[in-house]
């Protein structure tokens, strides 16, 4: 019945679901594997800001750093640390939203202190602690961590009250399960769908965080390619005209976010469609 | 939020009411909702309490040594003590707090690292800039993403639902910093249309004389017409591009309530009394009206922090600017009163929608 | 005024591919006259009267028929001009008046849009005749009620306030979409009195929508007996009641309702209406079912002067009548 249903999606969706992925793990292999054009964190000190050409497909910045070669090296760094932020996050909310489920005063607290942290602007926060705790990439996952958790709490927690209300729950309660069995094995895999949906929204939204703060300058060590840090060596370019230093970087931006946009968009369709 | 029940599953008041006459009066209605207001006040100590708390323990208990990152990690033991003792983070957990906290609720946030100067005088300087820009941007994008929100929700599965979801796919993934640039490339670069991004003010306006600290306010009070119309097309880019970050979030909230409102009954029922489509839009949007402003609320702690690096773009002279500046200096008290203040900002914000939302809706009952 | 509806077909896009919900619905509403339609629930009462007023939206289609209102054909209409007869001539009444009621518009104002929508009147003008209306519907502080909002009343106040408005503008026809189904049930004699003498003395047409045989039997001149989107069977109230003819109406009667009791639905399920319908779609669920039911569809046709049955059946030899029980 569900395969049914599944072929039954327009293709459309799915398309979108495999050209995203692709795209995706095409710039990710690409940064890994691919031979380069130009050293990523070896700058041509002769060659500053050229103009896109035949020699440098993106143009150089003011360094005379390659920026083709850094856009494609940057998804290598910037990719796993928003989508290794975006997945601690999903751990960490998933866990306290399925707590959440459960009745008691304990689930009610902590969504109190969740509506009050939230009002908080977060990334001024993320910003601060970064800093504070002296500028290391773990400590930008944190940040992302703080920023997305609460998303993934509250989407499993309003997941999961609506399955427990469902019978299955009640009986397996009833015949005796212990609550963390039936938080696991009753629980989780019924909302496993909204979580995956939500991992590609957040990847994407915590890629926009670390390009924040890369563009200040905060949690990225120079030379280090990232694309925040490479807009914000364009930004002074964009006023003499120089615009290719900072538009390819913030393409690569760009199009991975839709592509993650794209996927989510996709899997919700999908997943959606299976479950009922 | 307690909203009486309006869907089909009401349940029908017994008979013996019937005859009666309506239930709640407006002035009992009233004075409920100044209670609501009172016990709004109420919370906002503990809101106070709270951002200055978390302030407090994002020096003192993060992992790291904030003298070691401030003094880099070639300092010798003598120095990392002395800045220590400086920040006071020799002394007990404990006492730190209190005296910190007695300090913030007199007004004294401490004196900057590097300038000296008291940190509030600092916050009442650039605070306001913030608060102009914030609003204007907000403004925009709530005229811009309410529009469009209502086109696409009206449409809901046609050519113009579709034109616009492209249109907020692709605003939300452009970071807020690239779009300035960007903007600044065309409108500045390559068209001429607005002056260069630094600062408020052109270089041959006179700052008006001090009093309210709103740049705009002051100007017109000031009587000074050009200086405003300086402001102004200096302000285009700025809110523009904050304004960007916000819409697909304003058009996206707008389109999922009004589209949902469309097919609701009650549209069902104003077209059946034969109210034109411009009444039943209207209709629609009173619906979708506290969804929006309960969002707006949410939207504001991301504009606050959208807006720090926006500032520092366009050289905006504002309180996010300020702080940016003082985070990456290391400057910790005024890290502690930049986090207060927009803490502090965005948590009023949320009180004071939350009160407009009930002012507007008749059906909460204010308990 | 009276109303001739013809051949109405009404489909659905959805997910799940289309819904025939109404396949050719022929019925008359008289001058003067009150015409219940009947059917269970999902046989295609309501989507049969917004295909007629121009209430279905998007996602559905009315694929043919006519609808004609003193000489004009609603279907064919402009929306426009549609939109003027809607709440002018025609007046509606919803099922539930706290899902139509605007809830955040205080009632004087809902009055006003709704009197500013068809005539160019001021405010004080709308308000003494709001007011008016109001006491007709036997609301005793109409300034009160006038000055609220709808979540302050009693759902039978509130209905009360929906058929004012329904009125405001003395239409020629009054439709009531099952104006009763959300109300208490010692408040739903109350109403329907109301409405049928309003109705009655101000000779006006009126159709109502019902899944209660008893309110048709109470109310109406007329019955149309609704079925998955086609009518089985149309005769006065008395002879049908007496002596129904299609089988379905027959399992209805013996089903006996009482005044105030929704229809007991029958044994087995509605047929699912995904594909363009073939034959007679109540065989399933018939006693009397002839090989020819599953291949042609039975012609709405006129047994007797003021009777119409769609049935293969040589109803008046071979359906029982009603045993009384
Ligand atoms: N907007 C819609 N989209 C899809 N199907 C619909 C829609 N509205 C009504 N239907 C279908 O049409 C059929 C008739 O519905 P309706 O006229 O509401 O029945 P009732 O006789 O109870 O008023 C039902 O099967 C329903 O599922
Ligand atoms: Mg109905």
Redesign the interface.
Same mark, same amino acid.
């Given at each position: 019945m569900a395969s049914l249903l599944l072929s039954a999606a327009p293709m459309r969706r799915h398309v979108g679901l495999v050209a995203g992925a692709l795209f995706l793990a095409a710039l990710l292999l690409a940064s890994w594997f691919l031979p380069l054009p130009y050293d990523p964190i070896r700058p041509d000190a002769t060659a500053t800001l050229q103009p896109p050409s035949a020699q440098h497909w993106f143009g150089t910045d003011s360094v005379g750093f390659d920026v083709f070669s850094r856009t494609i090296a940057a998804a290598g760094r910037d990719l796993p640390i928003a989508f290794g932020g975006a997945l601690a996050a999903a751990l960490i909310g998933v866990f306290l939203g399925l707590l959440a489920t459960t009745k008691g005063r304990g689930s009610a607290l902590l969504m109190r202190s969740l509506d @009050?942290f939230? /009002?908080?602007?977060?990334?001024?926060?993320a $910003? /601060?602690?970064v %800093?504070? %705790? !002296?500028?290391?990439l773990e400590m930008v996952m944190f940040a992302i961590i703080i920023i997305e958790a609460p998303r993934f709490l509250r989407l499993v927690r309003a997941e999961g009250l609506a399955i427990r209300e469902a019978r299955f729950i009640e009986a397996a309660e009833v015949i005796g399960a212990k609550p963390l069995r039936v938080l696991l094995v009753h629980l989780l895999p019924n909302v496993s769908g909204v979580i995956a949906v939500q991992l590609s929204i957040a990847t994407?939204s915590s890629l926009?965080v670390v @390009? @924040?703060l890369s563009?200040? !300058? $905060?949690g990225v060590s120079p030379p280090d390619p990232s694309w !925040?840090a490479m $807009?914000q060596a364009?930004?002074r370019q964009? %006023?003499?005209?120089q615009?290719w230093v @900072?538009?390819f970087p913030?393409l690569a $931006?760009?199009?991975v976010?839709?592509c993650l946009?794209l996927v989510a968009d996709a899997l919700d369709v999908i997943l959606e469609r299976s479950s009922r | 939020m307690s909203t009486t029940n309006t869907e089909a599953g009401d349940a029908p008041s017994p008979a013996s009411t019937e005859l009666m006459a309506p239930a709640v009066g407006a002035p009992r209605r009233r004075r409920a909702f100044w209670g609501l207001v009172a016990k709004r006040l109420a919370f906002i100590p503990l809101a106070l309490f709270a951002v200055i708390t978390i302030s407090f323990l994002l020096v003192s208990i993060m992992p790291g040594d904030p003298a070691l990152a401030i003094l880099g990690s070639t300092a010798n033991e003598q120095e990392v003590a002395t800045v220590r003792s400086q920040l006071g983070l020799d002394r007990p957990l404990a006492e730190r707090y209190v005296t910190y906290v007695g300090g913030v609720l007199q007004g004294d946030f401490g004196r900057s690292f590097f300038t000296g100067q008291p940190i509030r005088d600092e916050i009442v300087k650039y605070l306001p800039a913030s608060i102009e820009l914030v609003v204007m941007a907000i403004l925009l994008a709530a005229l811009v993403g309410i529009s469009i929100g209502t086109l696409a929700g009206y449409c809901r599965g046609r050519a113009p639902d579709k034109a616009v979801r492209v249109v907020i796919a692709g605003l939300e993934a452009i970071p807020g910093f690239l779009a300035g640039l960007l903007l600044i490339f065309a409108f500045f670069y390559l068209w001429r249309l607005v002056p260069s991004p630094t600062g408020r003010l052109g270089i041959v306006n006179i700052y008006p004389p001090t009093v309210t600290h709103f740049l705009l306010i002051d100007l017109i009070l000031a009587g000074d017409w050009n200086g405003l119309r300086s402001t102004l097309h200096r302000s285009m880019l700025p809110v523009l591009t904050l304004a960007l970050a916000a819409i697909p979030l304003f058009a996206k909230i707008t389109r999922t309530t009004v589209g949902g409102a469309m097919g609701s009954k009650q549209i069902q029922y104003a077209r059946a009394c034969g109210l034109s489509e411009w009444r039943v839009v209207q209709y629609a949007l009173l619906q979708a009206r506290t969804p929006i402003l309960t969002y707006t609320a949410m939207l504001f702690g991301a504009m606050v922090g959208g807006s720090a690096i926006i500032e520092t773009i366009f050289s905006w002279q504002g309180l996010g600017q300020w702080g940016l500046k003082a985070i990456v200096a290391l400057d910790i008290p005024a890290i502690q009163g930049f986090v207060i203040v927009t803490g502090f900002c965005t948590m009023l914000v949320y009180l004071v929608l939350d009160l407009v939302v009930a002012a507007l809706d008749p059906r909460i009952q204010h308990g | 005024m009276s109303l001739h509806v013809r051949d109405i077909e009404t489909r659905f896009r959805t997910t799940a591919g289309e819904v025939h919900a109404v396949n050719g619905v022929s019925f008359d509403v008289g001058d003067g006259e009150l015409v219940g339609i009947v059917g269970e629930s999902g046989s295609g009462k309501s989507v049969t009267i917004n295909s007629i007023l121009g209430l279905i939206r998007t996602s559905g289609t009315i694929t043919s028929g006519t609808a004609t209102f003193g000489g004009r054909d609603l279907i064919a209409m402009r929306s426009r001009d549609l939109r003027k007869i809607r709440g002018a001539e025609i007046g509606f009444i919803a099922q539930n008046p706290f899902g139509a009621l605007n809830p955040v518009l205080r009632l004087s104002r809902q009055f006003e849009n709704v009197v500013r929508a068809h005539r160019r009147l001021d405010r004080k003008e709308i308000r003494r005749q709001a007011l008016a209306m109001l006491g007709h519907v036997g609301i005793h502080q109409p300034e009160r009620v006038l000055d609220g909002y709808a979540h302050e009343l009693s759902g039978g106040m509130a209905q009360r306030v929906v058929i004012a408005l329904a009125l405001m503008l003395d239409p020629t026809l009054v439709v009531a979409d099952e104006p009763t189904t959300a109300l208490d049930v010692t408040v739903q004699k109350q109403i329907l009195d109301l409405i049928s003498t309003l109705v009655r003395e101000r000779e006006r047409s009126m159709l109502i929508i019902t899944h209660d045989l008893g309110v048709v039997a109470n109310y109406c001149d007329r019955v149309v007996v609704m079925y998955c989107g086609r009518v089985m069977e149309d005769g006065p109230v008395r002879e049908v009641f007496r002596r129904p003819y299609h089988p379905y109406a027959l399992a209805l009667l013996r089903s006996v309702p009482r005044a105030g009791q929704a229809l007991q639905t029958l044994g087995g399920r509605l047929p699912k209406l995904n594909a363009q319908p073939v034959g007679c779609l109540f065989r399933d669920r018939c006693p009397y079912r002839m090989d020819v039911c599953d291949r042609v569809t039975p012609p709405l046709r006129e047994v007797s002067p003021g009777r119409k049955v769609s049935c293969h059946l040589d109803v008046e030899q071979e359906v029982p009548t009603l045993v009384a029980g």
């Open positions: @009050a939230q /009002a908080f602007p977060l990334l001024v926060l $910003i /601060a602690i %800093t504070l %705790t !002296g500028n290391r994407a926009m @390009a @924040a563009f200040l !300058g $905060i !925040g $807009i364009g930004a964009m %006023t003499g005209g615009w @900072a538009l913030g $931006i760009f199009l976010v839709v946009n | - | -």
